[in-house]
């Protein structure tokens, strides 16, 4: 769900109400958006053609706890395919579509192990090895997951040579450093995920560079990745959008004034966003209601 799919959505719960809560992603209890990067592989080692992917996460857990009516909770519930689980049990939950056939869901949180086992067995799939805590299961429609008490990980892959139960391998593979990450592998993403808060809701990508140049569009030349960080506030939502250029030169302040005042995209905001330039990142900030 995207920042803006989440305000539609968001225009129902707020007649419920919604407690103050901030830094979701970052804190002890639902790891932090560093902890969101260690999950995110090279794209080489997710595909030999694949150079950048989009990737988007959320805590399920603390969007149920902002909200103080419950019965709104399937809003925000997961639905994994090794069994049902509440929004609750669900810290953190990254996404990937790389887009040449690979994705990958990971879940942080607390799980039933045995009855995702009993489910998966149930549905077809076979165990296929064990790495530390997690088991990995597979069948032959390019489906994986590998799952423990406290991370599950869903991996499908449709490509020319398919192999589900390697790539969720490999996100384990990069969480535990043995392979290259996406911020290692390329210092754009880097940029950007040092300059994302942590929120309710998290996304990112890295691009080619852009060649052409419109900013009431939104559109920057050598612009090569941008995300945003929602958050709940009350009644408001606290947003940013980061934007990563080629090189320090290339960030042109009136761009970014154009963009902010003739896009747009920041009419639901209840006053006039504040930006900041950051070496060859800009970062926009402020706040929209329900």
Do not use: K
Not at 135 to 159: H, K, L, M, P
Not at 175 to 192: H, I, K, P, Q
């Amino acid at each position: 769900m995207n920042r803006r799919q989440f305000l539609v959505a968001g225009s129902t719960v707020a007649t419920a109400g919604l407690a103050g809560c901030t830094d979701i992603l970052g804190g002890d209890d639902a790891g932090s958006l560093g902890d969101v990067s260690a999950w995110l592989p090279d794209p080489r080692q997710v595909d030999s053609n694949l150079d950048h992917y989009q990737f988007s996460a959320t805590s399920p857990a603390a969007l149920v706890d902002a909200i103080d009516d419950r019965s709104l909770e399937s809003g925000f519930r997961p639905n994994p395919s090794f069994g049902a689980v509440t929004s609750t049990d669900v810290d953190t939950q990254i996404e990937v579509n790389a887009g040449t056939g690979q994705s990958f869901t990971v879940y942080l949180g607390s799980f039933d192990d045995e009855w995702a086992e009993t489910n998966l067995e149930g549905a077809g799939y076979d165990r296929v090895r064990s790495i530390d805590d997690l088991t990995i299961y597979d069948r032959n429609d390019g489906d994986a997951v590998a799952v423990s008490s406290e991370v599950a990980i869903e991996a499908g892959d449709s490509s020319t040579d398919p192999d589900a139960a390697q790539l969720a391998e490999l996100i384990l593979d990069t969480e535990g450093g043995e392979v290259t990450r996406y911020t290692d592998a390329l210092s754009d993403m880097e940029v950007l995920m040092d300059a994302l808060p942590s929120g309710h809701i998290v996304e990112g990508e890295s691009f080619d560079r852009v060649e052409s140049n419109a900013p009431d569009s939104g559109v920057f030349e050598r612009q090569v990745a941008e995300g945003e960080s929602t958050t709940i506030n009350g009644r408001e939502v606290e947003e940013t959008e980061v934007l990563v250029f080629l090189d320090e030169g290339d960030v042109v302040e009136r761009d970014i004034e154009e963009y902010i005042e003739e896009s747009g995209q920041f009419s639901d905001f209840l006053s006039r966003p504040d930006y900041e330039i950051d070496g060859r990142s800009v970062t926009i900030t402020g706040t929209s209601a329900f």
